[in-house]
């Protein structure tokens, strides 16, 4: 993890869904390794707060932003704001996303596009207003950007068909957009974590889940946090156009 020097700390990154979950122990990881964290959050802004506190409490410094990311021209008007107030982030982790999870032949319409829109339309709503700065950097060129998709995505999982076609959507636009800005030194990576401990598992039957995971164990946030932190650093900058899973061994 990079230590938190002044040039880091000049160095901006916005995460989604930074409110709770994975998207707070990447917030808190990104500013712990000194960069500055602008924290997004939709709806959960008292949960948001507390994750910019916590990372001020810690020796840090962000700020926090509030956008619909399934409303395109929210994203462009906040996001635009963003760029003429900072310039070119440093680093982009779009994390946020929502399930509504049935079998195939009990999911409703609306479950269907709320899901898939929402998660594979805020890959265009959150980066495409903030690509181009970056790309046009002068004398600074260079970035990396972050998706979050999941094992469904990978590799399918029952229940979660709209789920599962929005992250694998999510992974083709990751690998392509890679290939575009490659020749700018601005890396496009995917983050694919299996079972993690946050509220999206609460209910779910962790025995039989845990009996399809060779560490039969569930993942920690922090542990996915750590391979986001490595994958914006300057250290990080021959890997691009990669789904990295964090996932226990699940194949």
């Not at 990372?55 to 962000?62: A, E, F, H, R, T």
């Not at 690998?175 to 993690?196: D, F, H, M, Q, Y």
């Not at 164990?217 to 964090?246: C, D, M, N």
Request: charged share 20%.
């Amino acid at each position: 993890m990079e230590q938190m020097t002044a040039a880091t700390n000049d160095k901006k990154v916005l995460v989604t869904g930074a409110s709770g979950g994975i998207g707070k122990a990447v917030a808190l990881a990104v500013a712990a390794a000194g960069y500055y964290v602008i924290c997004h959050y939709n709806k959960n802004k008292n949960k948001a707060e507390d994750v910019l506190a916590a990372i001020k409490q810690n020796g840090g410094d962000g700020e926090l932003i509030q956008f619909d990311i399934s409303d395109r021209e929210d994203c462009r008007t906040k996001l635009s704001a963003l760029t003429e107030k900072y310039g070119a982030l440093w680093g982009i982790v779009n994390n946020a996303g929502i399930t509504k999870d049935n079998t195939f032949v009990a999911l409703s319409g609306d479950d269907w596009d709320s899901v898939v829109h929402t998660n594979l339309d805020s890959f265009y709503n959150v980066l495409q207003p903030l690509v181009l700065p970056i790309a046009s950097r002068r004398n600074k060129r260079g970035g990396r950007i972050i998706t979050i998709a999941s094992v469904s995505g990978v590799m399918g999982n029952r229940g979660q068909t709209n789920y599962s076609a929005s992250k694998a959507g999510i992974i083709g636009a990751t690998k392509a957009l890679a290939v575009e800005l490659a020749s700018r030194a601005i890396t496009v990576n995917c983050i694919a974590p299996g079972v993690i401990e946050t509220d999206m598992i609460n209910g779910a039957p962790l025995d039989i889940i845990l009996e399809s995971i060779p560490m039969k164990r569930v993942g920690k946030p922090e542990e996915v946090a750590a391979l986001a932190v490595f994958l914006l650093s300057e250290q990080a900058g021959y890997i691009t156009r990669q789904v990295i899973s964090v996932n226990g061994g699940i194949v």
